[in-house]
């Protein structure tokens, strides 16, 4: 497991489908997904070139962050619980994960500034999946007026796990199209610039269909609780 080797060629990837889109590079970031590594492996990420991390758990975020400082960009990409909230609060630059109004409002209240906010989308429809149904979206963007610290950067998904590559692409483009009507009804605190979408295995689609943040986990930083069991 070489982290920096596995960024460059991930960067050439992304180069790759970008090309193939007539998309600029610079449009795509990459978040490192390390819930399932150790600080160091981070650190190597960080050393590799990478900017932004993510963590899904607010006990795992907060290990990372005490050990990494506020440098790196931070972003919370798991299911948020409203009482954890306040742990997490003034460290993190994103959550990628608001998915109803309880939260936005316990988010609301524990700011002390603007926070950068994606709404979480079930674009593909499965029963176990978090997220507002792309029908609820806008209505629910719009319940955000009153929350004057939250500011809706763009659009979260995750796509299904299968290997069928028109199941997922059409997910992406769910939340592409969503994203439009978003920019259309012009909020001020709801750019939603930004589309979080793709990782280790559907990345180069979702760059392809959009993608402004991809968050990769295996495929960057490994996992070492995979590799201790193989
Ligand atoms: C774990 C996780 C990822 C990264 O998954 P990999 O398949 O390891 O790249 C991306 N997004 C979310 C929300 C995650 O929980």
């Known amino acids: 497991m070489n982290v920096k080797d596995n960024f460059e060629s991930i960067q050439a990837t992304i180069l790759q489908a970008c090309k193939k889109v007539n998309r600029n590079v610079d449009e795509v970031k990459v978040i490192a997904v390390t819930k399932y590594v150790s600080i160091d492996r981070a650190r190597e990420a960080i050393e590799a070139g990478v900017v932004h991390l993510g963590e899904n758990r607010d006990d795992g975020f907060l290990q990372k962050w005490e050990a990494l400082g506020d440098k790196p960009c931070w972003h919370f990409i798991g299911s948020l619980q409203s009482r954890k909230v306040k742990n997490i609060i003034d460290k993190v630059d994103y959550i990628h994960s608001i998915d109803r109004l309880s939260l936005a409002k316990e988010i609301d209240k524990r700011a002390t500034k603007p926070i950068k906010c994606f709404v979480q989308v079930n674009a593909s429809g499965e029963e176990s999946k978090q997220g507002i149904s792309p029908g609820d979206v806008i209505d629910f963007i719009k319940k955000l007026e009153s929350y004057k610290h939250i500011q809706i950067v763009g659009l979260m998904t995750m796509a299904p796990f299968t ?19 978003v920019q259309e009804i012009k909020l001020p605190y709801a750019p939603c610039t930004e589309l979080s979408m ?33």
């Open 198 to 230: 793709g990782m280790s295995n559907d990345f180069e689609i979702a760059i392809e269909e959009g993608a402004t943040f991809v968050r990769i986990g295996t495929a960057l930083v490994g996992n070492e609780k995979a590799e201790v069991e193989s």
């Open 163 to 181: 290997d069928d590559e028109k199941i997922i692409r059409n997910c992406f483009k769910t939340l592409r199209n969503l994203q439009s009507k």
